[in-house]
Each structure stands twice: as C-alpha cells, then as structure tokens.
C-alpha cells in the first residue's frame, strides 16, 4: 500500500470520484487554477475542466445552496469551504435548505461540505475554529471527522456517494504531519468508530486531530504502565452508540476530548449518552478535555493555553485511573 | 425591453407599469388564455376555501395567501416546460396548479393531513412536488434563488437546454442570498429566471423601507436584464417570463423579471393590514389581475360564469376530499430525516401552454440519466468530462 499523508489522501478521493462519476463536481473559492488554499485540488483543473472544477464568487450562501439545486437535479457536487469558519456565511442554505428538504420532501440533497477546520497554528479567531456541533444540532445533516489518511479517504469517498448532506471536517493540522498507508483504488470506510489502540483499564474517546494528541498521551510511559483505550469517532453524525457503549463496559473509565468549545461540543453528547445509557459500568466520572468557551487566540501562547494539550489529556488520564 | 426607471421610495405606481407591459401574448391560444384564467380562478377559489378552513380551526397555524397576486404564479409557470425546474414560493399557489398538483392534496396539506403534498410535514404552501419537477421553498427568502442558480448551472454543465425558475418578493431583495445569487447567475451567464414579486409589502413593511434603488434597475448590474411587467396581467407576466426563458435557452444568460402588483390580503390571516392605506387597496381592487382576464375570455365568447361554477364544483370537491383523509402517524414523525439508497430524481412537471406542444418531447433529454427521469439516475462511469 502506497504512504499518503492526509492531504493526499483527500486529494486521491476526489480525484477518483471524479474520475468514476461524471456527476461529481468540485467547487468553492479558489479551487481551480490555484488549487485550493491548502492545494488539495491542485491540478484538478487540468484534468477535469473548468467546469467540474469550478472557481466560485467568494460566496459561502451561493456555494452551498447553488451546490443543492445542482444536486437535486442529478449532480453530486463536493464544496469547499476555504476555511471551516466560513461556512456560517452558507449555514442557513446549510441547515435550513440542505438538512431540512428530504423530511419535508422525500428529495434527497447529496452535497458534500469539505471544511478545513481546527487549530494549533496561528490561525486565530476566525481561521481555526471546529464547527462541527453546528451541524450535529442540525437534523438531516451527517457530519464525518476521519484522523488518519486511510479514513481520510474512505470516509471522503463514502461521503459523496452518500444521498444526503455530508459535512467533511479535514483538520488542517492533519494535512501535511500525518502520513499512513492508503489503499489504491477506492473504497468506502464505514461511519462507525474505530479503535486506534485497545487497551483495559480506560477509554479516550476522541475524534479528528484530537485522535493523534490522545494516542501520545496515553502511551504506557505517560500513564505509569496503564493500558489505555483509544476510541476514534470519525463519525459524529451517525454517532457508534453501540461502539461508544461496548468500550464503556469494557474500561469503565471514560475521558472525551474535543479541540471544539466545550458548551454542547460533540464530546458533551457523547458523556450525555454515557451517563444515560451505562451509568451503572462506570468506575469513576467522566472526564472531558476540551476547548474553554473562547475565541482561538492568535498568538502562540494564548493558542496553547486553550487547545487541549498532550499534557492535560494526559493528566486527565492519570486522575481518573487513581480515582 | 428598456429597464424601468422609478422612483426611489414609495408604492410602485401600477399605471405608469401598465404602459410599459406587453400586453396579450401572440404566443396565446384561445384555449391558452382560457386555461390561465381557470388556474387563477381555481387559485383564488382554493386560497378561499382554506382561509373558511382556517377560520373553522381546521387549518393549524396560520395561513398565508395570494389573493391579488394570481397572475404572476400562473402566468410565469405557463411559460416554463416540463424539463424546467421551479422553486415556487408561498404566494404562488397558482404555480402549482399550472405544474399539476391536485387541489386535494393542497387543501390536505394546509389541513396538516397525511394526504397533504408534504404528508404533514410542512403547511401552507411551504411545498414542491418533487414529482413534478419543483424543489420546497423555505422560509429564509430568497435562499430558493441560490438553489435555482444551481440547477441552471448543472444544466448549463451538461448542455441541457432547460432553465430554472424561482419567486421571491420586494423584502427578499435586502437579503444577502439575493446578492449572491444575482451574481453568481450574472458570472455564469446561468438559464435562469428570477421572477420578483413586488407586491407592495413585506409583511408591514413598504418599498420605501426596503430600498433605495429599485431591484430591478439593479440587475443591469449584475450583467443581465431586468424587466418589469404589470404583474396583475397574467399573459403579459407569460409573455415576458416565455421571452427570458428563450434568452435563456439562447445562452443570453439570467433575466429579473419584477412583476408589479399588490398584497391585497394581510402577510397572514392574522394580520388586519392596518398599516395599508385603504385608498391604495381600493386602486389595486380596481385592476383584479382575474377580472381582466375574464374580460378577455369573455371577448373570446367564454362562458365566465359557467367556468367559475366548474371551478367551485372542483374545490367543493377537493375540499370534501381532504376532509376526509387522515391526519398523519405521529409514530412516522421521526422517519425520513436522512435519504437512504439511491435519490429518487425529480420529475417532469405538467406544461399546459400550447407552444410546448409544438416542441419534440426528445428535445431535453438528461444525458447523465439512463432510463430515469431527467434528473439523476444511476451512476454511469465519466467517458467524457462535460
């Protein structure tokens, strides 16, 4: 199997899709002749035309809601949004157009929303927020959050031959530092959990970059010699109940971590479906690492201070093992 | 067609409009003239209906109409084909009509019952037969304006000759989705029509509060037409949406249309319209887009009074008809948030003018369906890009 980081892995399924199925179309700001401000469609153009790979207007309404009627008329269209913050410019298309009209209609709308999300880099306030509750909030809307290039392409695959809205959450700080092995050829990963490592004595469930920060805070070094578990959503909505309750009986102690703001993130259902569903297997309170109620700050110390970091899962970690 | 200049603030003036309109279509039947008169006195007669439903307790919510306003619905709707997609607003009950939705059904689905176009799901006229090629509109206006940009781009892409076709009103032009729509059709020179509805009001609020430069006069802007149409003419409102439709078609790109006319009725059945003058209401009163229309039938020798007995008898009909179905399973409330399996694609509409007649049925044909409807259909692997 051939090594691709996550960027490539993105850009391979794409491609493939694009190849496979005339019906998909690639469009947002600047994804054609510059190829993307991250380069994931660079040299799309060229191979697939200006009109499958179509530069758009700076326009978020327009490019989700012109992405819905070219999908209700038989397109498969794939959105980027240059930066997942942008997308509350299209939220409205979004939520109310796009999530609401197979209810209400039985016409199913499938649009794929590729957002770059997440921090760690400097982005500041409007460059590195994780909007994924957003949606999870939204009914008719499946929201996907892969870590790693393998899923990162499964999942973006499954996403646009999926008859409904997809949200694509691509963390940025994912793109170009992890590498993985990746099939050739495509295939389809499942939206259901994974698990990055198994382990017994706790479980950290986590999704996205955050998948990454858990493994490497919850080697044996880290945590005095105890076997941690690493749960990996990747998808938010449909959320794995099943998988999510099976690693709660099987450890008993659970620590959630999202990089999102931690009012209503996804980690808040998940310890909301915990405490209701296998209350009596827990061995100790649920712990959730998260991002405080803040803006992302700009300048590196500040940043640091609020994402969840290496040590405080880690800490995390340790506290509920001696509890 | 020159665009229209008008003042910046105030009612639109309905005579100074009047001399600027095409008047009765050369592109008409009798027969053709005849039929829109039936759609707007079955839009009339049914909006009637269901207000003596909603005063009875049986419509839920509120209740929202067209009176007034029948000539830009079924006037617009006559011009577009059966391939050409609409997102019909709530105002355009007319519209449906002309695309072939059973006057059951709508009745049903003020009534919140299982047999309504949205089974309960949605009221009013928040709907779209999927079946007959139209998308549900939403509340949040103009969001359908952005979506009708979207499939005029997909039939641009595939080199279809269709076109797509959506309302909005005088309010909607404030809105953000309007800009973007109008530009984004202006960039890409799409197949579509923009169909303002300018009736006066948005809710309680006049044009003079709206904007400072009229909507239309903004269109040049984005690089196409605006024209503006008597909107209370309804084969004038046909002549002009069949004329953009065929620059369309041509590839001259997206028209805005504005049709003039007036809210006779309140935003909602609550609202007693306290903030309309009455002078201004009883001037509008005087231009009834179906009495004139009646007029013209009556000159081709129609039995008016014959043709709107026939049309209560069909609303007494379907009126009975959706009283007797059933209010919906609450145990399916949950069901059908998500498609699953392949989408079902929209389907051809009904197109009543006579001019369509004329059209091979091969003509619009989806390259990208095999078998299915015109829109969607299995997956086939990309020979070619489009």
Redesign the interface.
């Known amino acids: 199997m051939p090594t691709m980081t996550y960027l490539e892995a993105i850009s391979d399924a794409l491609r493939q899709e694009l190849r496979a199925d005339e019906r998909v179309l690639v469009m947002g700001e600047d994804v054609g002749a510059f190829g993307g401000a991250f380069k994931v469609t660079d040299g799309f153009v060229e191979e697939f035309g200006e009109g499958r790979v179509m530069d758009t207007p700076l326009a978020e309404a327009a490019i989700v809601g012109t992405a819905v009627g070219a999908a209700v008329v038989g397109m498969r269209p794939v959105c980027e949004m240059q930066f997942a913050d942008f997308v509350a410019c299209g939220f409205d298309q979004l939520v109310n157009v796009a999530g609401k009209t197979h209810y209400r209609s039985g016409l199913a709308v499938p649009i794929v929303v590729r957002l770059p999300s997440g921090g760690g880099f400097s982005g500041g306030p409007f460059h590195s927020q994780n909007p994924e509750a957003w949606f999870m909030h939204a009914p008719g809307i499946k929201v996907l959050a892969p870590s790693t290039p393998e899923d990162a392409k499964g999942l973006l695959t499954a996403a646009i031959r999926d008859p409904n809205p997809v949200v694509f959450l691509e963390h940025k700080h994912l793109y170009r530092r992890i590498k993985g092995e990746v099939p050739v050829g495509t295939y389809e990963t499942p939206m259901t959990a994974r698990l990055a490592r198994e382990g017994e004595d706790l479980t950290v469930i986590a999704y996205g970059a955050m998948v990454h920060a858990a493994l490497e805070a919850t080697t044996p070094e880290q945590v005095d010699g105890a076997s941690v578990e690493v749960l990996d959503l990747r998808s938010l909505v449909p959320l794995d109940t099943e998988a999510i309750l099976a690693t709660v009986a099987k450890t008993s102690k659970i620590v959630i971590v999202d990089e999102a703001n931690e009012t209503c993130a996804a980690g808040a259902q998940v310890a909301a479906l915990i405490a209701e569903h296998a209350f009596e297997q827990l061995d100790g309170p649920i712990r959730r690492v998260a991002t405080p109620d803040v803006p992302i700050p700009f300048s590196p110390p500040l940043e640091q201070a609020v994402l969840p970091s290496v040590e405080r899962i880690r800490d995390a970690c340790r506290d509920l093992l001696a509890y | 067609m020159a665009t229209q200049t008008a003042g910046p603030a105030g009612a639109r003036d309905p005579a100074a409009v009047s001399e600027t309109s095409l008047g009765p279509s050369a592109h008409l039947t009798a027969a053709d003239r005849v039929e829109l008169l039936r759609a707007m006195l079955l839009m009339r007669a049914i909006e009637a209906r269901a207000l003596t439903l909603y005063r009875q307790g049986r419509v839920p919510g509120s209740f929202y109409d067209g009176f007034g306003q029948e000539a830009v619905s079924v006037g617009a709707a006559f011009a577009m084909s059966p391939q050409d997609?609409l997102c019909i607003l709530h105002r355009d009950l007319g519209a449906h009509l002309v695309r072939g939705v059973a006057p059951p059904r709508i009745l049903a689905q003020y009534m919140g019952r299982a047999s309504g176009v949205?089974g309960g799901?949605?009221g009013n006229v928040?709907?779209?037969?999927?079946a007959l090629g139209c998308?549900?509109m939403?509340?949040?206006l103009p969001?359908?304006?952005?979506?009708?940009?979207?499939?005029?781009?997909?039939?641009k892409?595939r080199g279809e000759p269709r076109v797509?076709l959506t309302f909005f009103g005088d309010g909607s032009t404030s809105r953000?989705?309007f800009h973007?729509?109008m530009?984004?059709a202006g960039?890409q020179r799409l197949p579509v029509v923009f169909v303002l509805e300018n009736n006066q009001y948005a809710y309680s609020t006049p044009l003079s509060k709206q904007f400072a430069v009229d909507p239309v006069e903004r269109a040049r802007m984005y690089g196409f037409p605006g024209v503006t149409v008597d909107g209370n003419d309804v084969e004038a409102v046909f002549e002009t949406v069949r004329a953009a439709r065929s620059r369309a078609l041509a590839g001259e790109g997206p028209t805005l249309v504005e049709a003039v006319t007036m809210r006779m009725h309140g935003h909602a059945a609550h609202d007693d319209m306290r903030y309309v003058p009455p002078e201004l209401l009883a001037e509008w009163a005087e231009r009834d887009p179906i009495e004139r229309q009646e007029r013209r039938a009556a000159s081709l020798g129609v039995d008016v009074e014959a043709l709107r007995a026939e049309v209560e008898a069909e609303v007494d009909a379907a009126a009975a008809e959706a009283l007797a179905g059933q209010m919906p399973d609450p145990a399916n409330a949950a069901h059908?948030?998500?498609?699953?399996?392949?989408?079902?694609?929209?389907g051809d509409g009904r197109a009543p003018w006579s001019g369509f007649a004329a059209e091979p049925a091969t003509a619009v044909r989806?390259p990208?369906?095999a078998g299915a409807g015109?829109?969607?259909?299995e997956?086939?692997?990309?020979?070619?890009?489009?």
């Open positions: 997609r949205t799901r949605d928040h709907f779209g037969d999927p998308v549900p939403v509340s949040m969001d359908m304006m952005c979506v009708a940009a979207g499939m005029a781009m997909a039939f892409l797509a953000g989705d973007e729509a530009n984004w960039v059908g948030v998500f498609a699953v399996g392949a989408p079902q694609p929209l989806d990208l369906s015109t829109d969607g259909g997956q086939r692997p990309a020979e070619a890009t489009v």
